[in-house]
């Protein structure tokens, strides 16, 4: 079974799992520093809820390989750059715990989610107050990751959406993708008719691999996502990421 360790760090909450937490608090903490210089001197970055363009806004100073991972995933999905930060975070943390030495990764941040793993992974998931709710699960094969599982909910978390939507979950190998695409869908949710054509639209970014959205009573799926399955954990809810910051609607 595998075991997972919690780590804070500013405003960002993280669940580890793999023999490199050491490497991955390093990672998050090196990545952090360096995000924050390139805000402090481009706070555009930071503000914008759409991508940047460099003609009218040109970076101060050199741009770390995080802010550049964010910008190229805000500049396919439409959103801005820090609609990406988790995600981002998540694959820079795993990768840096597989490059210390370790077999397997599994890091969330915040609800978005990188894994590397050798053995299969059942992931749990929690859409609301819908009839879903916690019962159903996706089984992930070690032979689709590296892969990032991020989302996004219009209700649940401190994150800002301008949607309805219960619970948008993308899949992709880029964390910053995955995390962007993630918070577009949840935008373009306010109704049950909604559901097709954000999948749809999801699904013709390039680099998107599947999707999964909850509104209401209705589902959409479109793409390769991993084989759902009831979810027979009865300790869930102890698992969920909780936002102390937001209302949770969960137990």
């Known amino acids: 079974m595998r075991t997972f360790r919690s780590f804070s760090y500013k405003d960002a909450n993280y669940k580890v799992s793999s023999c490199g937490f050491d490497a991955a608090v390093a990672e998050i903490k090196k990545q952090r520093s360096a995000l924050e210089r390139f805000l402090a001197a481009n706070p555009v970055f930071k503000a914008t809820l759409q991508p940047i363009n460099e003609k009218k806004h040109f970076f101060t100073g050199s741009v770390p390989k995080i802010a550049r991972m964010m910008k190229a995933a805000s500049d396919l999905t439409g959103v801005g750059p820090m609609a990406a930060v988790a995600g981002a975070f998540a694959q820079e943390a795993a990768e840096a715990v597989i490059s210390s030495g370790c077999e397997e990764a599994i890091v ?75 918070t577009l869908a949840c935008n373009m949710i306010k109704e049950d008719g909604d559901v097709k054509k954000t999948v749809d639209q999801i699904m013709s970014i390039e680099g998107i691999t599947g999707i999964f959205v909850v509104k209401n009573d209705c589902v959409g799926i479109g793409g390769d996502i991993p084989e759902l399955v009831k979810n027979k954990d009865p300790e869930i809810h102890k698992k969920i990421t909780r936002d102390l910051k937001s209302k949770f609607p969960g137990k």
């Open 108 to 182: 969330e941040n915040g609800g978005d989610i990188f894994i590397i793993i050798k053995k299969q992974l059942f992931l749990g998931l929690y859409t609301g107050e819908t009839p879903l709710g916690e019962n159903i699960a996706f089984k992930i094969a070690p032979e689709t990751t590296p892969l990032a599982v991020c989302s996004s909910s219009s209700f649940m978390g401190h994150s800002l959406s301008l949607g309805k939507c219960d619970l948008a979950t993308v899949f992709s190998t880029s964390g910053a993708l995955a995390d962007t695409a993630a």
